[in-house]
Every structure is written in structure tokens, then in C-alpha cells.
């Protein structure tokens, strides 16, 4: 499977710069303060999703270099963490992250149908990018929302309860920069049964 | 003690022990890829599982505490099953390449495959295939073999002290690399490829040489440092193919410096191996006789009571005597080895020797560092005080120019002035060391090399008398780059006219009375001292001491004869002829020999045996090998003002410093990708 996160090899074709913004380098003092001070290397971790955030979504090799030097780590130990953790992505990635769940549960439930509309609606086959830029889909691994399947995870957020048309729209509106609906598509609550009992 | 039983024997170990060695204790052998006793456990590779009783499931012996009355199985149905099964995954994707494989016939998961794994594979899926990423010119990597026991990880981690190697990604693609696959930047990287359990990390200089069970293999010790490792040379015919560590808890623990595991592909290049004698101006091709006549008429015509002898870094004791004998009987005293103008205190055997010995290194808690790299001076004792920073959190200062040590440092001053401050109890570093239990000193040669170096000595002797805390610890330690230095000081190979300043006293001494000159392997030294001189080089190889000769008597390497060293702490050890030497080379003592008799003075050994009889009577500290007798005293120390004197280290390339690495191109590779220099 082709995901940002699996990938082993440092992205080198761009040659960007990566410093800290102004706002983030507040936040890594304070995140810095939460472990002791001889073992600051722990915050690796939050480091590396803030670096991701900066950094539209992706870790550059500016950017893992960043890390480890702000923490005084070697660059291979940060980049031990950042490939374990398919979470970082070391490859460029679209603006949206569509992250297609496709074990049993979402899979019995049409994620097929699913990725058939997201690969017509983005552009894009799966683990690509579109080339308007727009979205990144990929097919993952079990993301913890079962109940409410099949869904989709895009960007930080939880699409569920999906269907060929809701998904659709989702991504269209996605597309043309028109506001969706986070979360059940159905109007649930978490996950509350789907129909009110009869009594 | 507590006890354990084991296989249904009862056996009491130590705490802290592992069921594992625990097990070793029992005499029971445990297979294992991941574990290795110099290393930080990883429990990883699953090999090592044992029964025991009351667990639900097998379990990893090497990274399980011994506990007492623990009951352990290690030949049941269960563990047999649990082996094969584990032998069966770590199989599935590693290739069947042993045909082609350089570490076929001595591989870790080859011979643990024979006796634990099945016969025959039940996979039939695609194997994973990896990418074979660059390690520098020392490591060659084939990663689809690689079995991710992490082991080379935790080396370069841990003992190297760079972080340098890595496990990237997880599961199926879990791949060992360098960050962006840049070279190993350790002075210690081969140690990697004996670490490597499979043939996922070789040696480059070596790949597809030759088979394990084609060598001949020659227990000896290693000259390209002070330390004198213990090493297992393999040769076939007259070719020296690889240099392989022997454990030795001592000195050099299991490492080598890639200087002494590589250079020797220079031991086959710019050799001298025949006769030459400077005809008109040039160097031509003759023989032992005429050059033996030619050598004689110079002493004779030219003063023999002021022929010089000059040794080098490979200098041996036996050459040493026999040319301090010849010079004796020449009448002349102009024989000295420091060609480095390192100086010593000449009353004390103390002044020049690693007194406190390397193992101790272990134990030191506080460490101060005077004008040395040991990183590069001696890379494997560089380990022993990386292991001393972490295991005992052992503080260390130094005095000298900043430099990358692969452990956290106090920089003192870059200037021996500073040495004033210590004797006179004003500098921060007082306190550390007089708090210290265990408190070293270590004295490099760049910080004795000049006229001073004997009034630093004692200085520094007083210091390490204050500092003492335990009366069989000598905390003064010099430590000297070469193998040939501390026995030629113990045999006084050393004239005084040379002392303070070697070049100028030789100059001065060579431009009076134009003598004959004898270089022994020496092409260290500053080569317009010895202008007027008849200059006869004994060596091996064509470098630079070579180019400046009248008269060029080739004589065996290393690898070539066996003889007596004595290392940088006073241990006497002896290395064993590996092959037969190339060309006409003969023994420096033979030489000096047959001069002799040309002169009518016939030195009084006849072989080797006579030669070592006769130097174990004179001097009796080279009587027994591999032994070491401390010394301890300490009252030379007397506290002398000290001048700005400023420390200008005086190894320039760990891997290009002598004329057998100067000679090797593998070294050269080293020079260029490691240190960015042009060799």
C-alpha cells in the first residue's frame, strides 16, 4: 500500500527552509516544560506533529533536522520515530488527507464503493495525489470507529456513517471550498443506535 | 547466593544475572542473534526462548532477570518447537544466497539454521527484498539479509558513540541505514561487521576474498597503537586478507580500530622488497653483500663512533637491543626513539607508561585529558573512557583545543598554562578530581613534545599524588601513540644530546660530524636534519624515509616475524609470524648482526632464541608476556611553574599516520570520505 506515513526515505527534491513560526516556538517551550529537563528528548514526538503542521501536513528533511536540533537528538533517531509512526508523513501530501478505513467492519459496510468515489470525485487513485493539489487519498488500516462505519478520516476530522452520496458530497464541497458536516452523516450522536426503538 | 535450577540441576549465580547467563553458567548453550554481552539488551530476535515453569508461554532468556528458585527447561518439546518456529520467521524473508555470501561458513543463522530450523520452507509468498544502502567504504551492506537484531545499532549507539545507524519504519519494512546513508563517522565502524549475525553487513576491502576455511589464521597482536590489541590475522600464501579482534577483557575488550582491521591492504603495496644503494644519485637495484660492504666502508670512513640510530613506530624490541648492542660496541651512544620529541622524566619508569592500566579506565569517575585524542590516538581506549562517562558518570576535562571525543566534556583551557591553576588548587576542576574516587589523569604526547614536557611531567606527578585515593591505582597515565615507544624507553634507547629538542640536537649532531644514519622503519621525522648524513633505511615500506636513502636494507612487516612489544602500560607481548617475508627482507637484528662481524665486533647472539635470552638477562621487565606489573610510585612529582604553552594536537589523520596505512588505499577512501582530506 502507498502511504505518505510508510515511507522509509527522506524527501529531498524540495529545497525549502523550515524555521519555527513565531506561535510554535511559544508552544514547543511549553510543551518542552512537561517532561524533565534531562530528558527533553520525549517531546519528539509532539514536536514532529507540530512540525507536520507547519509544514502543510508533511515532514520535509529541513524540517526533521529542525526537530532534532531543537531538542539535541541525532537526525537519525527523529527519523526512526517519524517512520515507525505511519501518522507522519514524509512525502508532500495534498491539502486535504482523505484516509479511507478499509478493515472488516467499514469494509463490510461499502469502503469499496467508497474509494471508487473518492478515486472519480479527487482525481486521484489511491495513495496519489490530485493534481490540482487538492486531496491526498489513501486506504488505511482500522481507525477505531467501527460502529459508525464505513468512514473516513480527512484531515483531523471523522466522516461517518457514510454512503456513495454523502461521500460524494463531502468531497465535492471539499473541492469548492464549501463547509461540510464533521463526524455521523446521518445525524447521530456518537454512536447511539442508528433507529429509535419501537416501544 | 541465590539459585536456579536448570534442566533439573540446581546451580547458584550472582544477582542481576539473566536466566541466560545464568544458563551459560550451567554450561548450557542458549542460541541467540540479538544478545551480546557488550551490548544493551534488545530481546528482539526471539531466539534465546527457555520453558519456565509457572509461565504461561515461553520466554526470552536474555532479557529475563534471574530470579531465585526459578525453575528453567531448556531442552523440552516446547523449546524445541519454539525455536524452529521462531528459526522458521526469521528465515521467511531472508534470502538463500550462502553460495554468494561473504559470511558464509562462519554466519550466525547458517549454523543456528543447521541445528534448530526445519528442512524445508513453507512459504511461498514473495520474499521482501531491501535496498542496499551505503555505510562508507569500510561496510559493505547486502540489507535483504539483514535480520534486525539491532545489534549494529546499539554498537555505533552505545559503544562508538555516534549516532549513526538506525531502524527505520516497523514491521515489514523495518530497514537498518545511516541517516540519508552517509559514511559511519567512527573510528571503530568494522567492529559492526563482526557484530552482524547474518551477511547483511561485511567487510568492503574483503568482499568475495576468500572463504573462512581457506585461511590460515595467526593469533597476534596489533603495533598500529599503543595498546597493542589482541588480533587473529588470516592470511593465504603471502597475502594478509583480514585482521579480526580476539577478546581480550584487558585491552581491547572485543573492538578493533578499523586502522588495524583495514590498513593491511597497504602491507601489499609500496613494499620494499629487494636491495637498493644510491649510484650517481640514484636509487639502483643491488644486493645484501654490497650493500653490507658498502654500509661497513661508510661507519668506517665516516667516524663509526658517531653513527646514529634512529627507530620508528613499528620498532621492535629485538631490533632495538640489537641496535643499541651494535651501537655499543661501535662505541657510539647516538641512538634515541622520540621522534617525536615526546619527553619523560628520566629517573622515573613511571614518567612514560600508562601506569594505572587500561582496564581500569572501567572504574575512573573523574578523568582529566592532557594534549591527547584519544579518539584517534588510541580508538579502542577512547571506548573504555566512553564506557567509564556512561556506566560511571565519569566526569572529563581537558586541556587542549576542542574536539569531538563522542562523549560531553569540561574544556579547561587550550593552553598548559592552566596546569598552574590545578597545582595551585584554583581551578573548578580541583574539586571534581578531589572528589572523585577513582580520579585518572591521561597525558598525551602533544603535551610533552616540547623542552618543557619532562618539568610538565612531574607537575603533573605531583598532581596525581594529591589525587590518589587508592594506593594500587596510579593515576598518572602518559599515553604514547606507538607500539615501539615505551619499550625503547625501557631498554633507555635514548641519547641526551637529542633530549629537549630531537631534531635540533640531531641536526647539530649530523652537521658536526656527518655521519651514517640508521632509520628502522622511521619516516616521522623532519628530513632536511639529515642532509649530510649517509642515510641507511631499514623498513618495508617505499614512504618517505625511503625516498631520502643512500642505501634502502628491506625488512619484514608485522605481519612478517614475530616480535616482542611492549605496550603502553608496560605489558610485554609477543606477535607471531603470520606468513614468510616478501622478497629479500631480512630481520632488523640480522642486519646488525653481519655489520657487526664485518667490524670485528660480533654481537654474541647467533638466532632469535640467543637474541631474546640475551635482552630477558639485561632486562628482565620483558621476562614474562602478557603480564602486567604496575608500577606505583609517584615521587618524581614536584610542582614547576608551567609556561603558555599552547597544545597543538600532533596526530593529524587517525587513518593515514604510519607507512603502512600511508600506503593503503583503503585508507586513503577513509581519508576522503570521512575526514574530507585528499590523502
Known amino acids: ?199 | 547466593m541465590p539459585k536456579i535450577t536448570i534442566d533439573q540441576k540446581e546451580y547458584e549465580f550472582e544477582n542481576g544475572m539473566t536466566v541466560m547467563q545464568a544458563c551459560e553458567l550451567a554450561g548450557t548453550e542458549i542460541p541467540r542473534f540479538c544478545y551480546h554481552e557488550k551490548l544493551s539488551i534488545a530481546g528482539n530476535c526471539r531466539m534465546c526462548l527457555v520453558e519456565m515453569e509457572k509461565a504461561p508461554k515461553p520466554i526470552a532468556s536474555c532479557a529475563m532477570p534471574a530470579a531465585d528458585g526459578m525453575v528453567i527447561k531448556t531442552n523440552t518439546k516446547t523449546v524445541q518447537k519454539a525455536r524452529k518456529g521462531v528459526m522458521e520467521f526469521l528465515l521467511i524473508n531472508h534470502p538463500l544466497d550462502c553460495p554468494i555470501c561473504d559470511q558464509g561458513g562462519e554466519c550466525d543463522l547458517q549454523d543456528q539454521a543447521m541445528y534448530y530450523g526445519f528442512d524445508k520452507t513453507r512459504y511461498e509468498e514473495n520474499k521482501r527484498a531491501v535496498q542496499n544502502k551505503n555505510m562508507g567504504p569500510l561496510v559493505k551492506t547486502i540489507m535483504t539479509r539483514c535480520i534486525h537484531c539491532t545489534r549494529c545499532v546499539r554498537f555505533s549507539t552505545e559503544v562508538a558513540g555516534v549516532d549513526d545507524i538506525g531502524l527505520l519504519g516497523r514491521g515489514e519494512s523495518a530497514e537498518i541505514t545511516t541517516y540519508l546513508e552517509k559514511t559511519i563517522e567512527s573510528e571503530l565502524s568494522g567492529n559492526v561487521i563482526d557484530l552482524c549475525p547474518v551477511g547483511a553487513l561485511t567487510s568492503k576491502p574483503y568482499a568475495f576474498k576468500s572463504r573462512p576455511w581457506e585461511l590460515t589464521k595467526t593469533e597476534t597482536f596489533d603495533v598500529f597503537d599503543g595498546v597493542g590489541s589482541s588480533i587473529r590475522i588470516d592470511t593465504r600464501g603471502k597475502k594478509v586478507l583480514r585482521v579480526l579482534p580476539r577478546i581480550n577483557e584487558e585491552t581491547n575488550e572485543e573492538w578493533i580500530s578499523d586502522k588495524t582491521r583495514f590498513a593491511i591492504d597497504g602491507l601489499s603495496s609500496q613494499r620494499l622488497d629487494n636491495v637498493y644503494s644510491k649510484i650517481e644519485g640514484k636509487l639502483k637495484k643491488s644486493s645484501w653483500n654490497d650493500a653490507f660492504t658498502i654500509v661497513k666502508d661508510q661507519i668506517i670512513n665516516r667516524g663509526r663512533e658517531n653513527t646514529v640510530f634512529l627507530s620508528g613506530k613499528f620498532t621492535d624490541v629485538e631490533t632495538l637491543y640489537s641496535a643499541k648492542k651494535f651501537s655499543e660496541s661501535l662505541n657510539s651512544p647516538y641512538y634515541d626513539c622520540r621522534f617525536d620529541n615526546a619527553q619523560f622524566v628520566e629517573k622515573s619508569n613511571e614518567s612514560f607508561k600508562f601506569n594505572s592500566s587500561i582496564q581500569e579506565i572501567e572504574n575512573a569517575d573523574a578523568i582529566l585529558l592532557i594534549g591527547s585524542n584519544p579518539r584517534w590516538e588510541a580508538a579502542v581506549l577512547n571506548a573504555r573512557i566512553r564506557k567509564a562517562y556512561i556506566e560511571n558518570d565519569c566526569k572529563i576535562g581537558i586541556i587542549g583545543p576542542k574536539l569531538d571525543l563522542t562523549y560531553n566534556y569540561q574544556h579547561l583551557s587550550d593552553s598548559l598554562e592552566y596546569l598552574n591553576d590545578l597545582s595551585n588548587n584554583q581551578s573548578d576542576f580541583n574539586k571534581v578530581l578531589d572528589n572523585a574516587k577513582n580520579p585518572l589523569i591521561i597525558i598525551g604526547t602533544s603535551a610533552i613534545n616540547n623542552q618543557f614536557g619532562s618539568k610538565i611531567l612531574e607537575t603533573l606527578a605531583a598532581l596525581a599524588k594529591k589525587i590518589q585515593k587508592n594506593k594500587d591505582v596510579n593515576p598518572l597515565n602518559v599515553l604514547h601513540q606507538d607500539i615501539s615507544r615505551v619499550g625503547a624507553l625501557e631498554l633507555k634507547f635514548i641519547n641526551k644530546n637529542f633530549d629537549k629538542d630531537y631534531n635540533l640536537g640531531l641536526k647539530k649532531h649530523i652537521d658536526n660530524n656527518r655521519p651514517v644514519v640508521f632509520l628502522m622503519s622511521l619516516d616521522e621525522i623532519d628530513f632536511s636534519t639529515l642532509e649530510n648524513a649517509f642515510v641507511v633505511y631499514l623498513g618495508h615500506h617505499g614512504d618517505i624515509g625511503a625516498s631520502k636513502a643512500d642505501v634502502i636494507l628491506p625488512t619484514p612487516a608485522y605481519t612478517e616475524k614475530s616480535s616482542t612489544y611492549m605496550n603502553i602500560e608496560g605489558r610485554v607481548i609477543q606477535t607471531s609470524k603470520c606468513h614468510n617475508p616478501l622478497g629479500e627482507a631480512k630481520d632488523e637484528w640480522k642486519v646488525f648482526r653481519v655489520l657487526s662481524d664485518l667490524i670485528n665486533q660480533k654481537l654474541k647472539f647467533n638466532n632469535l632464541r640467543e637474541l631474546r635470552n640475551e635482552l630477558t638477562n639485561n632486562y628482565n621487565q620483558f621476562l614474562s608476556l602478557n603480564e602486567l606489573n604496575l608500577k606505583k610510585d609517584l615521587s618524581f612529582g614536584k610542582i614547576n611553574k608551567i609556561n603558555d604553552i599552547k597544545i597543538n594536537y600532533n596526530i593529524s589523520n587517525f587513518y593515514m599516520n604510519d607507512s603502512i596505512s600511508r600506503s593503503s588505499e583503503t585508507m586513503a577512501l577513509c581519508t576522503k570520505d570521512i575526514l574530507k582530506k585528499v590523502a
Open chain 1, 1 to 199: 500500500m502507498k502511504h505518505p506515513g510508510t515511507n522509509n526515505k527522506v524527501y529531498k527534491n524540495i529545497n525549502d527552509n523550515f524555521d519555527w513560526s513565531p506561535e510554535n516556538f511559544k508552544k514547543i517551550s511549553k510543551i518542552i516544560k512537561k517532561y524533565p529537563s534531562d530528558r527533553i528528548q520525549s517531546a519528539v514526538i509532539p514536536l514532529l506533529d507540530l512540525a507536520q503542521r507547519q509544514n502543510n501536513g508533511w515532514l520535509s528533511k529541513n524540517s526533521l533536522e529542525k526537530v532534532a536540533e531543537t531538542i539535541g537528538m541525532s537526525y537519525i533517531r527523529v527519523l526512526e520515530v517519524a517512520t515507525f509512526y505511519s501518522m507522519f508523513n514524509l512525502e508532500p501530501i495534498g491539502k486535504n488527507f482523505v484516509q479511507i478505513c478499509r478493515t472488516t467492519p467499514c469494509w463490510l459496510r461499502g469502503s469499496d464503493k467508497l474509494s471508487k468515489v473518492a478515486k472519480d470525485v479527487c482525481e486521484a487513485n489511491i495513495g496519489e495525489t490530485s493534481s490540482d493539489n487538492k486531496f491526498t487519498v489513501v486506504e488505511v488500516e482500522c481507525l477505531g470507529a467501527c460502529c459508525n462505519a464505513p468512514m473516513v478520516q480527512i484531515n483531523d476530522d471523522y466522516y461517518e456513517d457514510l454512503d456513495e452520496e454523502s461521500f460524494k458530497k463531502i468531497l465535492e464541497n471539499l473541492k469548492n471550498n464549501k463547509s461540510i458536516k464533521v463526524g455521523s452523516q446521518i445525524g447521530r450522536k456518537s454512536s447511539q443506535p442508528e433507529r429509535k426503538f419501537d416501544a
